[in-house]
């Protein structure tokens, strides 16, 4: 069982930025896609990036250009560095790995990040 642990999420200010990390237990992170969504309150959970394992990045369109999705096998660490954040970016942001045929296998248990105006 793959155990995915998100962190650095926290208040800031519109305009600001943040970093959040994911660490995997995997032996075969490398391997893996992986992604980041998030959910707002009352609102149902939606991707924002993936990466997978050749390192080909995706981004929901109002993401793109401000935020930033990169991995580091080495590490079993996926990022999601976050600039110019807007209030409507708030949410608790989740990390998954591994895609297959139903969707990402292994979810994190989420960060809060939220951004004040």
């Known amino acids: 069982q793959v155990q995915l642990v998100e962190s650095g999420g926290a208040l800031v200010q519109a305009g600001g930025s943040l970093r959040l990390s994911c660490v995997a237990s995997a032996s075969n992170f490398r391997l893996y896609a992986l992604g980041w969504y998030r959910q707002a309150p009352g609102a149902q959970r939606d991707l924002v990036a993936t990466?997978?394992?050749?390192?080909?990045?995706n981004y929901v369109d109002s993401v793109e250009g401000r935020f930033t999705i990169s991995r580091d096998n080495a590490k079993n660490t996926v990022y999601l560095q976050m600039n110019a954040l807007k209030p409507e970016d708030t949410a608790v942001y989740y990390c998954a790995a591994d895609w297959g045929a139903s969707g990402f296998k292994y979810w994190g248990r989420g960060t809060q990040v939220t951004v004040s105006s």
């Open positions: 990466i997978t394992s050749g390192d080909t990045r």
